[in-house]
């Protein structure tokens, strides 16, 4: 059986002070390296070994699959860094505060937003500073794709190609492989691997440096899942 773990980056500095992050760029706190590292050690505890590593082309991803890989003396294997894996985009809510968006829009406005499958955010105009339009990292998309919010639907047809390109295949082939991503990218392929309703994602959390392990037979359908803790 192939194993394929989870894991969302540790708490960032924008989880810290509980603002809306999405594909804005920031780093981990220090309660997050934490976090990360502890997911390594807890990944060489339980003796896996991996094949392929992905992650998102923001930082705080990449850190905290680097401290796994450190942790578990596997930063030797092959990488993919992709904006398929990238958090869900919020729009022009990127950067607020969630506490205060909820005070002026509503607490049920502001969970629909954040949980539901099929509701947009409020979109980013490309012509917004803070567009991904503007970030080098993304010079190579057909600026038409890149997108000025998000909601989960979406973000899993964003990531699916991703999937079915370069990560089944591995998986069918065998290979053990571990993603680093962020809260709604990661509930987007469990939505899919879990078939998961769309009703019932809006309950699935994503806790941060938790690696989640999912053991699939040869045809891709899973076996178990188990979660990593002390």
Do not use: C
């Amino acid at each position: 059986m192939s194993k394929l773990v989870l894991i969302r980056h540790g708490q960032s500095q924008w989880n810290l002070s509980n603002k809306f992050t999405g594909w804005e760029d920031v780093d981990l706190s220090d309660k997050g390296v934490e976090e990360a590292k502890e997911a390594g050690k807890l990944v060489k505890e339980a003796g896996l070994e991996f094949d392929y590593a992905f992650t998102s082309v923001l930082t705080r991803a990449i850190k905290t699959l680097h401290y796994v890989l450190e942790e578990s003396d596997q930063l030797w294997i092959p990488e993919t860094k992709t904006w398929r894996l990238n958090e869900r985009h919020y729009g022009s809510l990127q950067g607020l505060n969630k506490k205060e968006t909820a005070e002026k829009y509503g607490d049920e406005q502001v969970h629909i937003w954040r949980r539901s499958y099929d509701t947009l955010p409020p979109l980013l105009s490309p012509d917004d500073e803070g567009s991904a339009v503007n970030d080098r990292r993304y010079s190579d998309l057909d600026p038409n794709i890149i997108p000025g919010g998000e909601n989960l639907k979406v973000t899993l047809e964003r990531v699916m190609p991703e999937w079915e390109d370069e990560i089944a295949p591995k998986l069918l082939d065998g290979k053990n492989v571990i993603i680093a991503a962020h809260g709604n990218s990661l509930r987007a392929l469990s939505k899919y691997i879990e078939r998961i309703s769309d009703d019932d994602i809006m309950d699935l959390e994503m806790k941060t440096g938790e690696p989640v392990v999912y053991d699939f037979n040869d045809k891709l359908e899973v076996q178990s899942k188990t979660k990593l803790d002390k």
